[in-house]
């Protein structure tokens, strides 16, 4: 039910800041989900309360079934969510997102695609610890 929740809400306009993508496995079954958020230096704060100095955009809720892991599906996400936000008229100079420092293989995927470690934390999900790094990919020239 969250992730319908999310999908449903995520996926309405909201004036071109927010987008949820979905991807359909071969089945026609859902097979992952990302969002994005777009942020502006006139926002002031991005979603997690640091300062916005240039148009990004934050990608959260990165998902992928487990019996679609493994065939791409991660890399499918990403270069739709990039074109898209490459796309658009607000100039979004870079792209990033935050990992789990536990999370190896999701770390290990966001490198292959050129998401860059920055050594920036954040606690992303209110646990009051730091434990996600942010990982940030700039738009190509």
Same mark, same amino acid.
């Given at each position: 039910m969250f992730w319908q929740e999310r999908a449903e809400g995520g996926s309405e306009d909201r004036g071109g800041r927010i987008r949820q993508f979905v991807a359909e496995g071969p089945d026609g079954r859902w097979a992952g989900t990302v969002t994005v958020? !777009? %942020?502006?230096?006139?926002?002031?704060?991005?979603?997690?309360?640091?300062?916005?100095?240039v148009p990004q955009i934050d990608v959260v809720g990165v998902y992928v079934r487990p019996e679609a892991r493994g065939g791409g599906l991660v890399d499918a996400l990403l270069a739709t969510v990039l074109e898209w936000?490459?796309?658009?008229?607000?100039? !979004? %100079?870079?792209?990033?997102?935050y990992v789990h420092e536990?999370?190896?293989?999701?770390?290990?995927a966001y490198r292959r695609f050129g998401f860059v470690a920055t050594g920036g934390r954040a606690d992303t999900v209110g646990s009051g610890e730091e434990r996600d790094l942010e990982h940030v990919l700039a738009r190509p020239a």
């Amino acid at each position: 039910m969250f992730w319908q929740e999310r999908a449903e809400g995520g996926s309405e306009d909201r004036g071109g800041r927010i987008r949820q993508f979905v991807a359909e496995g071969p089945d026609g079954r859902w097979a992952g989900t990302v969002t994005v958020f !777009v %942020e502006l230096p006139e926002d002031g704060k991005s979603l997690f309360g640091d300062p916005v100095t240039v148009p990004q955009i934050d990608v959260v809720g990165v998902y992928v079934r487990p019996e679609a892991r493994g065939g791409g599906l991660v890399d499918a996400l990403l270069a739709t969510v990039l074109e898209w936000a490459w796309s658009l008229d607000a100039g !979004v %100079e870079r792209a990033r997102l935050y990992v789990h420092e536990e999370n190896v293989r999701a770390a290990a995927a966001y490198r292959r695609f050129g998401f860059v470690a920055t050594g920036g934390r954040a606690d992303t999900v209110g646990s009051g610890e730091e434990r996600d790094l942010e990982h940030v990919l700039a738009r190509p020239a």
